[in-house]
Structure formats: C-alpha cells, structure tokens
C-alpha cells in the first residue's frame, strides 16, 4: 500500500474543488469513461476503471507520467473524493473499479465547508475592490506577494456588512485562519485587527489551471538542493521551502524546511529577510553553520545546557530580565528551540528582538505571563503565535552577559 499523505486544512479546498471539477468532466467525456460496468454478472454503476483514467490524464496533459497521475488520484482517494468500489484498493493504475463518492451517496461534506464557500466569496470581492485590499506590499527593502493588513480587512468587513462589527469581523478572521484559508506571511500570528500581513492561501498557489499544480503535487524548478520539500507549499524567500501544519489556535504545529541538513522544527521570525522569518530547523553538526544576519547558538557534538533547576538557583549564575519585543508586520526577529528549558537559538540582527537586546543563548522562564520553564519550544511557540503584537519575555541571562544599559532586571 502507498505511503499515506498528510493533507493540510489549508488544501483541503483545494482537492475538494479538483474533485468535482474531473468528475464533472469526466460525467461529459465521449465516450464516457464513467459509466455502469459489468463483472462476474454484477453490475457496478458510475463508475471508471484506474487505468484508463490515467490513459485520459495523461491524454489532456495534466499529468507527465503515470506516476503523477497514481498520485493525483490517491491524493483523491484518501480525501473521501474517490474510492474503490468494494473498498478494498488504494488507487492503482490497474483495471480496477473506481467511483467517485458523490455519484453513490457516500460523499461527507466536510464540517466547515459552509465556512470554506465564505471564505472564497469573501476572497473573489476582495479580488475586485478598487484600491486594491490584496496587494504586493513592502517592507524594509522586502516585497510581500499578494497579500493584505489585518486591520484593513477588519474595516472592509465591517464596510461591507460581512460583520457587525470589529470583534465579529476578528472572529471569523481566526475562523477562515484556523480553517485553512489564509495565514500570515510568515506564520508568526494568528489572525489580529493590527497592522499585520496576511495573505490567502491560494494566492501562494501556482496559478496554473493544472489539477497536479492545484493540488500542489507537481515537480518544480524551485525546489533547492538538500532541501525537504512539502506538498502546497510556497516558496518563502531565498533560502527556505517551508511546510506548515495546523495553523489553528489548539494546534499550531509548526514545521518548517532549511536548505541545510536538519532534525528539528523551531519557531523563527524576522524583520527584513522572510527567508528567515521562516520557521527554520537547526542545522546539524555537521552541516556549515548558516551565514548572514542571523546571529546564532554555536553548533557543537555536545552542548551542556542549564537544568531549570540550575537556572533558578538563589546564588547561581544566571539572572532573570524581562524583555517586551513589539513585532513588525512581519515577525519579532529572533528563533526559539529545545525543551526544559527553552533557548534563544539566534536573532535576526535587524529584527525587533535585536533592538531591544535579546541575545542568543538567553533561556525563557515565561511568555506572556505564562511559565515555560519546563515547556517545549513548540509549546512556547504557540503562546507567541495566539498571543498580542508585544511579546513579553521573562529569561534567564549569564550574569556576566548582562548588557548595559539593560532592559529590566528582576
């Protein structure tokens, strides 16, 4: 059996939308490839046999081999569009039956479709207002395709009677958030009536009108040496692919891909290069040390890190200090990583958190009010994630690192 694909809420619109368009084309196709068949002197109605769909994918030129094409469709069958007709194969480019599910009455709606058919309705009017609300924006030096300000979109809402007002209008930008239908540039934020960019996810799509590119399963030029690609996802900068899991509030699994060889998922963000603001994973020790702006922990085969309770030692060596970091419209600067304690790996030395003195190897006793003293950094991430624009930091900090001047000492 094929290897199982993990498919986003952000692609689930997508592949349904795929669906029901090859369905439809296929119901009209001469001679009908959909059609009642017979075997062993039992009739299986509406249904198509594998591998002449795939004869017929390959004939429109949507797919390049049949390889494509097995994927597509699987891609397909584990999203309940299609399936077997006994349900007992995957996918197969072998002369097998198939159906498709809303052609025999065992087609679920998935629970936030009416949410998903709002969220493009409301996207199509956003296309269409004069001056534009979805645009190309910049931010030092950086240029952010296609996307739009929070608060502006809270304001055309209100405008428009899509809500009655500004906490409405919040609300169903964490729900089209949370579902899948938009995000922020960089992932650093949930949805905020603030001055933050946000862009829809189909506009990080290929706009080809080819299922494979929709379903974001197409090989591309832009896929970078020694990097781990991820199905639907847009380049983001120079140096990074990124793959980006639930983005909702409850489970904000953030996964990210460097260039570099790597093992673990951090949570990064940055203020003039998206490459960085990029969630990133640590090189390992044996990969070159990433260069440019990024001031970073030291990569070595051992690193003896502080116990929490060497940390909070009366008379140790490591003093408490509260940072408040307010971030831009496109992350704080700086990257979280490890457990028991949580780390300051590196910080942008342009980005928000460099400007206030946050410094690599500084260990977070609480965010936002909350004690992350024995928390993961993905635990620590998504406090920062669901929480306002000003992130208040309470670390720990070598005594002989203290800065001066220094922000508050505790």
């Known amino acids: 059996m094929t290897n199982s694909v993990r498919v986003r809420p952000a692609n689930l619109s997508a592949i349904l939308a795929v669906g029901e368009e090859l369905r439809l084309l296929l119901h009209d196709e001469q001679p009908p490839l959909i059609k009642d068949r017979r075997y062993h002197l039992k009739l299986y109605p509406q249904c198509f046999v594998g591998s002449e769909l795939v004869d017929w994918l390959l004939s429109k030129g949507e797919v390049n081999s049949r390889i494509e094409a097995v994927a597509m469709m699987q891609k397909l069958c584990e999203n309940g569009v299609i399936h077997h007709v006994c349900d007992d194969h995957v996918f197969k480019d072998e002369k097998l039956f198939f159906r498709f599910r809303k052609d025999d009455g065992t087609y679920e709606e998935p629970p936030n479709t009416a949410l998903l058919a709002r969220g493009e309705q409301i996207y199509k009017r956003l296309c269409g207002e004069t ?133 673990e998922p951090v949570l990064a963000t940055s203020r003039t290069d998206p490459a960085i603001k990029a969630a990133q994973i640590v090189p390992d020790p044996l990969s070159p040390a990433p260069s440019g702006r990024m001031a970073s922990a030291t990569s070595s085969l051992v690193v003896q890190r502080p116990t929490p309770e060497k940390l909070c030692e009366a008379e140790g060596d490591y003093i408490k200090r509260r940072i408040d970091i307010a971030s831009d419209p496109v992350g704080y600067g700086f990257v979280i990583r490890g457990s028991n304690p949580v780390y300051v790996h590196s910080v942008d030395r342009s980005g928000p958190a460099a400007a206030v003195g946050l410094m690599v190897d500084e260990y977070l006793y609480s965010v936002n009010g909350k004690c992350v003293l024995n928390s993961s950094h993905t635990e620590a991430a998504k406090i920062i994630l669901t929480g306002p624009s000003m992130a208040s930091l309470v670390t720990f900090v070598r005594k002989d690192r203290i800065p001066s001047p220094s922000p508050v000492l505790l």
């Not at 922020?184 to 603030?194: I, L, Q, S, T």
């Not at 980006?244 to 891909?257: F, K, L």
């Open 131 to 263: 001056p534009p609300l979805i645009q190309d924006r910049k931010y030092h030096l950086t240029t952010y395709k296609t996307c739009f300000v929070g608060s502006q979109l809270v304001d055309w809402l209100v405008q428009k009677g899509e809500a009655s007002g500004r906490e409405e209008a919040l609300q169903l930008g964490r729900e089209l958030l949370d579902a899948g239908m938009l995000a922020h540039v960089c992932y650093d934020h949930h949805f905020k009536d603030d001055y933050l960019f946000y862009r829809f996810k189909c506009d990080e799509k290929d706009k080809s009108n080819g299922f494979l590119n929709r379903l974001s399963l197409k090989s591309t030029s832009t896929k970078r040496k020694g990097s781990t690609p991820a199905s639907s996802s847009p380049e983001v900068g120079e140096k990074f692919l990124y793959s980006i899991g639930d983005t909702s509030a409850t489970s904000p699994t953030i996964e990210r891909a460097m260039t570099a060889r790597a093992s």
